[in-house]
């Protein structure tokens, strides 16, 4: 069965630029997250999504958005990019919301935002 | 609101000698709690989970953790160290909503020949 997969892997992006990441969840998973991991603050929840519904959002601005598609797959968008914006985006996908259900991580996509 | 804590931000033990990773988690009720490893450019992997069904969880790599209510604690433990456990692992919390996963800072492992 194949894991979690983001792309890119990589992105270099200018201050003020848009940016957006693709996530494609393992087969059967129905629930998206999204994680931001910087060294200051270290990981941080972005927000979730299940059947094409947000379900929670973190503290983070309103740059920040997401969205799922009827077949699972997440994309996240930054927009007006900020050098502290510059951080290892990890999506992960779950099966579904039960309480205490785990959580399966990809790669993640380094952002470096210039 | 759940916070996890986890002390010690780097851990240097001999190959061959006992891990211990600490863990302590702050919530009105027990939380879900799970230990995840993230080797370098990689994302994170699951060690171990514990849901209330026992209190001491095995998990992957021979890695093991003992839940403890009275102490607010989850700490990873593995008996004898190998060069491949260095990594950072995480310790997070899930209050079984939809806030997701709440992670400490991480714990650096070296571990020295």
């Known amino acids: 069965k194949a894991g979690v997969t983001q792309t890119p892997r990589y992105l270099i992006k200018t201050r003020g630029q848009q940016v957006t990441l693709s996530c494609s969840p393992i087969?059967?998973?129905?629930?998206v997250s999204w994680y931001q991991q910087t060294p200051g603050q270290g990981l941080q929840f972005l927000f979730e999504y299940f059947s094409e519904t947000q379900r929670n959002k973190g503290n983070f601005p309103g740059r920040f958005s997401g969205r799922q598609f009827s077949n699972s797959r997440s994309e996240m968008n930054v927009s007006t990019l900020e050098l502290g914006d510059s951080a290892l985006y990890l999506c992960a996908s779950s099966p579904e919301v039960a309480a205490g259900t785990e959580a399966f991580f990809g790669q993640g996509t380094r952002l470096t935002v210039v | 609101a759940q916070s996890v804590t986890q002390l010690g931000s780097h851990v240097s033990v001999s190959e061959g000698a006992l891990v211990l990773l600490r863990c302590n988690y702050s919530?009105?009720?027990?939380?879900?709690l799970f230990w995840y490893v993230q080797y370098p450019n990689q994302g994170l992997q699951l060690l171990l989970k514990y849901t209330s069904a026992a209190t001491l969880v095995k998990g992957i790599n021979g890695f093991e953790a003992e839940f403890k209510k009275s102490e607010t604690s989850f700490h990873l433990t593995k008996p004898s160290a190998h060069m491949s456990d260095a990594a950072e692992y995480f310790c997070a919390a899930s209050g079984g909503g939809a806030d997701g996963l709440t992670f400490g800072k991480g714990t650096h492992l070296i571990i020295q020949p």
């Open positions: 087969s059967g998973h129905r629930s």
């Open positions: 919530s009105s009720v027990p939380p879900y």
